[in-house]
């Protein structure tokens, strides 16, 4: 079996495409809620398939993007912060803070280092007994077991130097609050691939219930998403809208137990903020009491100034689905993937970023 | 346990002169180099190419090659590229302190074995041992020059439209290549670097038609960098075709893994030619015979429209932008 060429064969994605154009007639705004599922339907120039009453919105799904400006600049004091290591993954080092960003902290001396996996702190927080080690942890539900199994594992090897500031978050509860808001009028919803991956595909089924939007969760592929679009739009035709999988190679209904059970174990819900849609309850996850000697914000308190959003930036409007990136003023002229104003054209997966790569 | 080098190998004493003569000289040795004295005298006659390149990759010892076998085929490429047939090379070596003898002699028997295979003679070179922490083990500078043929013309400013674009075979072998032993990342990929010598294909090519307008080797950055720049360099479009790219099975699976556009990932034994439609048959042909053109195809044509830009026609019939490399995908990789 080869990795992926069954999922870009042109002759099934070409009939795929006939079969939406001809059952579709009602208008259908779909959105993608995850920065993956974006750049993948830029790539491949996935919106040039639909007829204009099909369309294709980006959704809040880039950790990055939806970092906030407070956390952000939270994560930059710690690195300033005398014998501390903080420790990234690498998209993080450009988005922009108030004042600073990662990268710019670490050329002003700050110990910023990037790291591949969460893992990878505490190896450097082994080699450096005399320095604290706080791993930025950034993501959703996909990242959250790894970072719970290392804080089970720093216990275990009674590492006492590390530490974790969590800006991680979870997703059905932020669909939850972007539908509640009522500005974008949503027919069908992509859901998250590799977050069902962990979580399922039981915790979307509030949507179709609720507000009656048709649900896909589906692969990264052209033909995972032509799929998706397919039946998405056979939802939409025939008013009976509910959580289809076409992602069964990757997502089962109730997810991967054991990742479940390590992020319950170690992290709670939280109230959490998100870039364009503001603070958001139970969306955010912190290490439990049993855990609190591993959270940065425990460990190592710090305050910073209230942060503004940069002028003229939409970041928050594009995560929203409210607006598409080719509607920011900014766009590919003082925002660019080297210059970057705001955090959606920083991220591989953000929108901007997407938008800008493959489709200006 | 081996012998090591230490700082007082690059004293310029004593010990530099042992090292030089066990370590180095007796893999590279020819008339010119073995005079030692402080340049090496050549007669020349005509066009001349002239270029330098810095080799860092970490680690320097990696499946299909090393650093030394880099340091030469990086420099032999980029003379080739422009039609020069390479001639001589000079060879600079900063060692920091520790590193083994026999990792040395590994390099340089590489270095040896590269040079002959490209019909090169390393004719200068310079040893410079820096303390623990000032290098990484092993960097290496080599310049090179070789001759220019009456005729060719080949630069990334003469690209017309209607020309067609060859690629002399798959992308993003190095690139990954390195991205698998890199420290904290490892992993299992059946893909070994693709770093070769290429001057003998180009000579090949250049005979098959000497009316190449441009060619390049897509190193850092990767194919879709280097066709930007051709693009701008000569104001025209160029559009690919997804299907016709050719990329390995585990490339294109690590790529996904990872995140990455083979089309970012960076090759040292590829190059992409820029030819008028009429002769891209007998090039195409010619570069095929060559060992490393095997798998070479025509993977676009130079266009009118959009100059300055490339773009990709998609297996799904779409149409999408292929931008630069911007920011670092793998830190080190030549």
Known sequence: MKFVDEYRNTELGRKLVQRINRISAKPASLMEFCGGHTVAIMRNGIRQLFPPHIKLLSGPGCPVCVTAHHDLDQAIALGQVPGTIVTTFGDMMKVPGSELSLQQARAGGADIRIVYSPRDSLEIARNGPGKQVVFLAVGFETTTPGVAATILEAEKTKIENFCVKSLLKVCPPVIKALLDLGEVKLDGLICPGHVSAVIGSRPWEFIPEKYRIACTVTGFEPLDILLSVDRLVEQIEKGEPKVETTYTRGVKPEGNLQAQKLMEQVFEPCLAQWRGLGTVPASGLKPRTRYSCFDADVRIPVTVKPAAEPKGCLCGEILRGVKTPSDCKLFGGRCTPENPVGPCMVSSEGACAAYYQYGR | MGETIVL???????????????????????????????????????????????????????????????????????????????????????????????????????????????????????????????????????SGVGVIPEGVNASGSNARPGDKVILSGTIGDHGITIMSQREGLKFDVPVVSDCAPLNKMVAAMLKASPRIHAMRDPTRGGLATTLNEIARQSNVGIRLTEETVPVREAVRAACELLGFDPLHVANEGKLVAIVPAGVASRVLAAMKKNHYGKDAAIIGEVITDHPGKVTMTTRLGTTRIVDMLTGELLPRIC
């Open chain 2, 8 to 142: 007082a190998h690059g004293s310029g004493g004593k010990m530099s002169r042992d090292l030089i003569a066990k370590g180095i000289v007796p893999f590279i040795s020819n008339d010119l180099l073995d005079k030692l004295d402080d340049s090496a005298v050549i007669d020349f006659k005509g066009r001349l190419a002239f270029t330098t390149d810095s080799y860092v990759v970490s680690p320097i010892f990696f499946p299909g090659g090393d650093i030394g076998r880099l340091a030469v085929c990086g420099t032999v490429n980029d003379l080739s590229v422009v039609g020069a047939a390479p001639r001589y090379l000079s060879l600079a070596l900063i060692i920091e302190e520790g590193l083994s003898l026999d990792d040395l002699k590994k390099v340089m028997k590489s270095v040896k074995e590269a040079a002959e295979e490209a019909g090169v003679v390393v004719v200068t070179g310079d040893t410079k041992v820096v303390n623990r922490g000032g290098a990484d083990k092993l960097f290496i500078t080599t």
